[in-house]
């Protein structure tokens, strides 16, 4: 495994007005990204919010409607040959020969590529060591990701796209993964990964956009993305009464109010100013509180905020 090196404007990846339809439905709807150059950038959303048919884009696996995409200064148009072996792919379901063994598969992957690491060195990175002559077809879940993941390695590529890399894995080998794209990164390598998972683009993204619909809502790194709820606590509460939010916003240090189905959400600054206002209120109002929670405000209170609803529900 070798260094990656820095070139030209600093900038990875760069794609404009980037659209995509399938019939009626807009799958991506005018999209800007900038990604710089040895980071890892997150494309937060639910299912169907784009992310996928964004990336395949962008690694030159579907053509855009629209738009311009740019990959470490290339284009799919004109630099397809330069492009491909500089690219390390690992999509959301990889299909690998059942058959072929750990070691036969990732020296089927390598014969492509024209350098590379050899593949008892990628064998040991990924940590199949034990597992080098079993055939794919036996591996545990997290094994195969770890597979495929190091078949995306093969040609020591710049960029590093990962789909979804560790949904359905469990903790071990999500952390596991976690631990592989941070070594790639230590390197100089530059990662795009979508994700719906929190706790991961919390993890790895230096900087994330939140993707709905099909479009980019907001973008920035973790801290910025919550700094816009306005308030670092979220108090959600239920009661027997209807409070408009013009009321909940009134109360000291909120920032911003939220409906979630049945659930109240307040942003705000000082939990222990707000808190004992809304007993006063409620109490005021001859209404009764039935549930009361506070938690430092993440990035689902920021999906939240934007569309209506958590995306842990989706």
């Known amino acids: 495994m070798t260094e990656h090196r820095p070139a030209g404007d600093g900038v990875a990846i760069r794609c404009r007005g980037l659209h995509k339809r399938f019939g009626n439905t807009i799958a991506v709807d005018s999209v800007d990204l900038d990604v710089a150059r040895g980071e890892c950038f997150g494309l937060l959303g639910s299912n169907g919010a784009g ?24 284009r799919w148009d004109r630099d397809e040959s330069e492009l491909r072996p500089r690219l390390g792919i690992q999509l959301q379901e990889t299909e690998l020969p059942e058959r072929l063994t750990v070691e036969e598969t990732l020296r089927l992957f390598r014969s492509v590529y024209p350098t590379g690491p050899r593949v008892d ?22 094994q195969r ?13 710049d960029i590093l796209f990962l789909d979804e890399p560790t949904t359905g894995l469990d903790p071990q080998s999500r952390r596991h993964i976690w ?7 230590t390197r100089g390598g530059t990662i795009l990964m979508s994700t719906h998972f ?19 809502l907001v973008a920035g790194t973790t801290r910025e993305l919550i700094a816009s709820l306005g308030g670092d606590h979220v108090v959600e509460f239920n009661s027997t009464l209807e409070l408009g939010s ?8 909120v920032t911003r109010v939220d409906n979630a189905g049945a659930h109240q959400r307040l942003a705000t600054r000082e939990p222990h100013r707000t808190i004992p206002a809304l007993y ?35």
Do not use: W
């Open 51 to 74: 992310k996928t048919t964004t990336i395949e884009i962008l690694e030159g696996l579907q053509e855009p409607d629209a738009g311009e995409v740019e990959i470490l200064g290339l």
């Open 121 to 142: 060195q990628l064998v040991d990175y990924v940590e199949l060591g034990e597992k080098r002559s079993d055939q794919v077809r036996v591996l545990s879940g997290g």
């Open 145 to 157: 990701q770890r597979l495929s993941l190091a078949c995306a390695l093969v040609g020591d590529p």
């Open 179 to 185: 631990d592989l794209c941070r070594d790639f990164r």
């Open 198 to 216: 929190m706790d991961e683009a919390e993890r790895l993204a230096d900087r994330l956009a939140i993707m709905d619909h099909g479009s980019v």
């Open 246 to 253: 013009d009321e909940l916003g009134h109360l000291p240090a």
């Open 280 to 314: 006063r209120l409620i109490d005021r109002r001859q209404g009764e509180l039935t549930a009361l929670n506070t938690h430092h405000a993440t990035l689902d209170d920021v999906f939240l905020s934007l569309t209506g609803r958590q995306l842990r529900d989706d």
